[in-house]
């Protein structure tokens, strides 16, 4: 996050965690507006501002794709939970797919030109269910610890720490079938998908055949 404006010291370096939430929050207080008391973002320029120690992360359906992944990051550990662990993390989306990287990577995957590392991180049929990873010896996050017996006190308590807040924040879990199809109808007839709607239903249809299948 880098931010410039009045009452903003030049040149200083945080290291403290931050979370997307807090944007809210920061703008409120720089447009001299009370901040809710109920609101979950911070502003993390305020002279009471009480440093966060984990900040936390969710990723659900991206167009046509589902997924559901939750994590949670304190500055040295970050711990990633999988709910769908029988799909790709490269799952297909139209989205994504038209960018420009995206066919040469499978060209280079299709081809066998891809390393060990990036096949098994990127093109792997599967994923773990849980993953954790010690940002300060692996920051590109390589190196899943998660079945690691050393490592089995932070991966509990993390863990725990990731139930923890979604029962606080009420997450919803997945979407019905009914939302996704809503959503999917809405998204065909945005004009910005003009001709691609033949590769987003082959995607819809894939999603619903791995619904069924379990995964």
């Known amino acids: 996050f880098i ?36 609101m979950q973002g911070k ?9 966060r120690d984990a900040v936390f992360a969710a990723r ?9 992944i939750r994590s949670v990051r304190t500055d040295r550990f970050k711990y990633i939970r999988n709910f769908h662990p029988l799909r790709p993390l490269l799952q297909p989306n139209d989205y994504k797919d038209n960018k420009p990287f995206m066919p040469v990577l499978r060209e280079l995957h299709a081809q066998g030109k891809l390393d060990p590392l990036q096949e098994n991180l990127l093109f792997s049929p599967t994923r773990p269910k849980e993953e954790l990873y010690d940002l300060s010896a692996d ?9 690691d017996p050393e490592c089995r006190q932070t991966l509990e308590t993390l863990r725990s720490r990731l139930d ?3 029962r606080e924040t009420r997450d919803a879990g997945p979407e019905t079938e009914e939302v996704y199809d809503a959503n999917v109808a809405d998204e065909l007839t945005n004009p910005a998908n003009k001709g691609h709607k ?3 239903m082959k995607n819809v249809g894939l999603m619903k055949q ?6």
């Open 60 to 68: 659900d359906r991206c167009g046509e794709t589902v997924d559901r």
């Open 198 to 200: 033949e590769a987003i």
């Open 164 to 166: 923890r807040w979604m």
């Open 139 to 147: 920051p590109f996050e390589t190196r899943n610890l998660a079945e």
């Open 43 to 51: 502003d993390v320029f305020s002279p009471d501002y009480n440093r």
């Open 3 to 38: 931010v410039r404006g009045p009452g903003i010291p030049w040149g200083r370096v945080r290291e403290d965690l931050i979370e997307h939430i807090d944007m809210a929050a920061i703008s409120l207080a720089c447009s001299g507006l009370p901040v809710p008391t109920w």
């Open 210 to 215: 791995w619904a069924k299948d379990g995964k």
